[in-house]
Each structure stands twice: as structure tokens, then as C-alpha cells.
């Protein structure tokens, strides 16, 4: 059986839903984890959908990874602008890896349009919303399938 995808979400991303629905929609982290869990269904995979406020604990979830994954999303919220250690990981990790926001990080502030962690991402998707995880699972089904040909 595959390797699950690991779908990794950054600070603050719990509160999907219930708060800013003007910028991040109404849809809660769990309508997110169950979309994409059905579409990852669909193309034979099972996912691992975590979050968590700590930038050591996503870390350590790359580094996981990289032994039990087949691939990697990653939501890194407010780390993506911050965190080379998040991109270190992901490099280590050496898998395929899709970085996707919920918004078009490049309609907002200044800040929000440069992300450390591209540089160890094979794509972007932003600004789609959820529908961004359901196309990163695509990808990346379609990228490992490539990979193992
Ligand atoms: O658009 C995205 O998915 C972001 O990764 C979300 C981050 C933000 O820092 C990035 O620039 C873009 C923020 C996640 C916080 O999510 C909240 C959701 C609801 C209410 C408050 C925060």
C-alpha cells in the first residue's frame, strides 16, 4: 500500500471558519481535511492531516515524513514568511512537496508576497481556497506516479 500524504498546516490555521471569514471563507480546518481526504481516496491514497501552532512540531513532522510519507502539502500559515527552518526541512525531506494558501498571499500585505519555503517546494497553489488542497493531491499523485515509472 502507498505511503499517505502528509498534510501539514501551520499557527493559527485551527481557526478556519470561525474567525476572518471575509479573508479565509467559512469552511473549518475539518471541511478542508475532509476534502481532501476524498480526493486523495480517489486516487488511492491516504492522507495525514495535522496542525499545530509550533514551528519545532511541524519540523518534526517533515522529518517524519520523510521515512513515512510519499508526499508532502504544506500549509506553513504565518511560517511561510519566516521560517528558514521549515525550508531546511523540507529540503532534507527530499520528496515531492506542494505549499498552497488558502489566499492570494500576492493580493495582500507587502510581507505575505516572499516565502522561505517555495525555494523547497516543487509547487505553489494559492488563492483557491480548500479546492488548492484537492489540486495539490492531484499533482502530487500524478508526480509520484512519474517518479516510480
Ligand atoms: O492564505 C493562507 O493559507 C495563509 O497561509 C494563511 C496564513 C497567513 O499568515 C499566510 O500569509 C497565508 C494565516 C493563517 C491564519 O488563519 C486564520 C484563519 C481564520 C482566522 C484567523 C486566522
Redesign the pocket.
Known amino acids: 500500500m502507498a505511503k499517505p500524504i502528509f498534510v501539514l498546516n501551520g499557527?493559527?490555521?485551527n481557526?478556519?471558519g470561525?474567525?476572518?471569514p471575509d479573508v479565509?471563507g467559512t469552511a473549518t480546518l475539518e471541511d478542508v481535511r475532509k476534502r481532501t481526504e476524498s480526493r486523495a481516496q480517489q486516487h488511492g491514497y491516504r492522507i495525514e492531516f495535522r496542525q499545530s501552532n509550533h514551528e519545532g512540531q511541524l519540523v518534526d513532522w517533515i522529518q517524519e515524513a520523510k521515512e513515512a510519507a510519499s508526499a508532502i502539502i504544506i500549509?506553513?500559515?504565518?511560517y511561510?514568511?519566516t521560517s528558514v527552518a521549515l525550508l531546511d526541512a523540507l529540503q532534507a525531506a527530499e520528496l515531492p512537496v506542494i505549499e498552497?494558501?488558502?489566499?492570494n498571499?500576492f493580493r495582500?500585505d507587502p510581507f505575505?508576497q516572499h516565502s522561505y519555503i517555495s525555494l523547497g517546494a516543487h509547487g505553489v497553489i494559492?488563492g483557491l481556497g480548500a479546492k488548492g488542497y484537492e489540486l495539490a493531491v492531484e499533482a502530487l499523485a500524478e508526480i509520484v506516479k512519474s517518479q516510480n515509472a
Open positions: 499557527p493559527n490555521l481557526l478556519l470561525k474567525r476572518q479565509y500549509n506553513a500559515a504565518g511561510t514568511h498552497v494558501h488558502l489566499s498571499i495582500r505575505r494559492c
